[in-house]
Structures are given as C-alpha cells and as structure tokens.
C-alpha cells in the first residue's frame, strides 16, 4: 500500500463528512470561477486602452450630449493628433429584446482613430465613407445575427425617431471587420453620422462624445485641461479623461466588481478554512493511535506530516477541481444571452490556475497545524490515548 493509497483511505473513512467538505469546496470554488469571469469581462476594455486616447464627455453624464460644434474646436487645440465623434443609437433588430451596440460615426476619422484596433478591407473603408446608408459590422454581431456583406437590414432604435415618425433605419452592411487583438469587442455597428443627423426628428448637431488622440501620453493631462478649460461655463461644459478611467468609470456603474469578488469568494474561503480546518483536526484526532502505529513500523514525522497535508490538498483538489468545472459550464451557458453586455466573458487560463494555486493554499493551510501536531506526536503519548 503506497502513499497515495494511505491518504486516500483516510479522506475518505467517513464518507459523509467528506462528502460534505468536497461539496462546500465545491460551492466556494463554482463562485469563484463566475465571479472572477465576470470581474476579467467588465475589465476588458480597460486592457485596450491606448495610452494616448482621451474621451471627453457632457460634464453632468455621459448620457447628456455636446454640441457638434465642439468636434472643430478640440481638433484645433495643440496636442491632439486624432478626434472622432459618437453617437449612441439604442439599437435592436426586429424585436427589442434583441439589442445591440450601435453608434453614428464620422467614417474617416473613425477609421483613423481606431486604425490600431480593428482590422477593415481597404473597399469597405471606402464604401463606408461613401455610402449614405453604409455600415460596418464587427465580425462577433455578424456572426451572432448571420449579417454579411451586401445584406439590406432594418435597424430601430428605442431611444430615437425620424421624421416621418418611423423608429427604424435602413442600412447596408458594406464591411465585416475583425479585432487586431483577442480582447477587442466586435459585437457592434458603426454607420454614418450624417445619416442619422439628417433624418432624426430631434437632437440635429449633437454628438454623444468624443474620443481623440494626443501626440503624445505626456501632453495627456495639458489637453485635458485645456478642453475642459475651454468649454467651462458654456451650456454644456465637458469632463475629459484617458480612455482606461474612462471605460473603468462605466464598469463603476455596475458596482465594484473586484470588490464584490473579494467579499463574497473571501467570505466563502473564510468559512470553509474554519469548517476543513476544524474537520481536519478531528480528524487527525481520531486517528491518533494509528499514527503511533505508524510511527512505531518505522513512518518518520516528515512522513506523517506528508501523508496528513496530502490528504487536506487532495480534498481541496477533488472539490476545487469540479467547482471550477462548473464555473466554466455555468458560463458557456449563459454566454450568448450576455454577448451584448459582456462580450469577453468566458474562464480565462489564468483564472484557472489562480483557482489551482488556491486549491493547493487552502489544503496547505487548513492541513499544516493538524500535519506538524502528528508529525510531532510521541509513539508512547499517541498509544496511551484511549
């Protein structure tokens, strides 16, 4: 009989209590897998951030708009290289539960910007800055909705209207483009600007935000401040910051998702330390005569000690190991029913062997006092208790 063999035959001795240890750890480590998931997913977009992109914004909320003449203004300030405008569209296509991400565009300057970030055809470029009704898909929607090159597709909208009192659009997918990188969202559609000024029935000249490039990081904080020195007190004065604050400010209204991980898996992990430490002790308790036993046929104390932190690693592996398998099922499940939000969302390697490297920490810890007390035990004391 090996080693192996020793630590699992006591793990498993009473098969209840260990069932019930293996399922707690399970549960602890299926809310750590989720919760980390989600937490990499609402991070993403401050991972693609370019140092040198500024976003500036309506001073009381993003949601609020800015005059488009504002567009010509920051593009003279000294410092900025680069500048675009947004729209935000609230689009859905043929029901509104079906929502997307869909944004009025200045193509050219567009495409300049975001140059580094998505890769589109040299003819779609062109085709989109010529189209009226053209637009650009990100690979991730057309995939998700079957939309191709060529296709006519109606797109309403549940914030806006045109004149003629219709809430939907017309378009003509003129390109598909790709991410440059893997964390890059392509679950949306840009189109033209003009368009959708042209035919709304308010809102003319106004812009959502606008996103620019400045020539160099270091005059990031000299082009802030002369934006937003600029427009103060105007009717609409601006906020200005980097694109990573930015993004990190929009996660924000969903709560701190780091925080909530730390508190709930924390206080998941707290609670089972005490309840497999304890149980762990029992445990070794029980079994006291048996380790003189050992002892006596010749185990030394690091051989003890071994055996018991094997067994407290194991149990962690054997419940860590499908909590975790969970997480990622949990996840592929509800992927596609959150792509619009959350399009990055999977079980990213690294989590995985986060949760291993926590695997091991929590049998280390809750097994280490109970292993150096039998590694310690003296044959004569441990075959003296009844």
């Known amino acids: 009989?090996?080693?192996?063999?020793?630590?699992?035959?006591?793990?498993?001795?009473?098969?209840?209590?260990?069932?019930?240890?293996?399922?707690?750890?399970?549960?602890?480590?299926?809310?750590?897998?989720?919760?980390?998931?989600?937490?990499?997913?609402?991070?993403?977009?401050?991972?693609?951030?370019?140092?040198?992109?500024?976003?500036?914004?309506?001073?009381?909320?993003?949601?609020?708009?800015?005059?488009?003449?504002?567009?010509?203004?920051?593009?003279?300030?000294?410092?900025?290289?680069?500048?675009?405008?947004?729209?935000?569209?609230?689009?859905?296509?043929?029901?509104?539960?079906?929502?997307?991400?869909?944004?009025?565009?200045?193509?050219?300057?567009?495409?300049?910007?975001?140059?580094?970030?998505?890769?589109?055809?040299?003819?779609?470029?062109?085709?989109?800055?010529?189209?009226?009704?053209?637009?650009?898909?990100?690979?991730?929607?057309?995939?998700?909705?079957?939309?191709?090159?060529?296709?006519?597709?109606?797109?309403?909208?549940?914030?806006?209207?045109?004149?003629?009192?219709?809430h939907t659009w017309d378009f003509d997918i003129v390109g598909v483009f790709t991410g440059k990188k893997p964390q890059i969202d392509t679950n949306f559609m840009v189109f033209q600007y003009d368009y959708f000024d042209e035919t709304r029935s308010f809102g003319k000249d106004f812009i959502g935000w606008m996103a620019l490039r400045t020539a160099s990081p270091s005059l990031n904080d000299g082009v802030i401040k002369t934006i937003d020195q600029l427009f103060a007190n105007s009717s609409y004065e601006t906020a200005t910051d980097t694109e990573k604050a930015f993004n990190k400010a929009f996660v924000a209204q969903f709560g701190n998702i780091a925080l909530i991980v730390v508190l709930v898996v924390g206080?998941?992990?707290?609670?089972?330390?005490?309840?497999?430490?304890?149980t762990?002790?029992?445990?070794?308790?029980?079994?006291?005569?048996?380790?003189?036993?050992?002892?006596?046929?010749?185990?030394?104390?690091?051989?003890?000690l071994r055996l018991v932190l094997g067994e407290s690693i194991l149990l962690a592996l054997i419940g860590g190991l499908p909590g975790l398998g969970l997480a990622i099922l949990f996840i592929l499940l509800i992927r596609d029913s959150l792509t619009a939000i959350l399009p990055h969302i999977n079980i990213a390697p690294e989590i995985v062997l986060s949760g291993l490297g926590l695997m091991v920490a929590l049998g280390v810890v809750t097994g280490l006092i109970p292993a150096l007390g039998a590694m310690r035990l003296k044959i004569a004391a441990a075959l003296g208790r009844g």
């Open 267 to 278: 206080a998941a992990f707290v609670t089972i330390l005490m309840i497999v430490g304890n």
């Open 280 to 304: 762990m002790a029992l445990s070794v308790r029980e079994r006291t005569r048996e380790i003189g036993v050992l002892k006596t046929l010749g185990f030394s104390g690091g051989r003890i």
């Open 1 to 166: 009989m090996n080693d192996f063999m020793l630590v699992r035959k006591n793990l498993f001795r009473k098969k209840l209590r260990a069932v019930l240890m293996i399922v707690s750890i399970l549960t602890a480590f299926a809310i750590f897998g989720v919760l980390a998931s989600f937490g990499q997913a609402f991070n993403a977009g401050q991972d693609v951030a370019d140092a040198d992109r500024l976003v500036v914004v309506n001073k009381i909320n993003f949601t609020q708009p800015l005059p488009i003449a504002y567009f010509n203004r920051v593009r003279a300030i000294s410092g900025v290289r680069q500048v675009t405008h947004f729209n935000w569209f609230g689009g859905y296509y043929q029901d509104p539960k079906n929502f997307l991400i869909v944004m009025a565009v200045e193509p050219t300057t567009y495409l300049e910007l975001y140059g580094n970030d998505v890769d589109v055809s040299a003819d779609a470029q062109q085709a989109f800055k010529r189209g009226r009704t053209a637009a650009l898909v990100g690979e991730a929607m057309a995939k998700k909705w079957g939309l191709k090159v060529g296709d006519h597709v109606p797109i309403s909208s549940n914030i806006f209207s045109q004149k003629n009192g219709s």
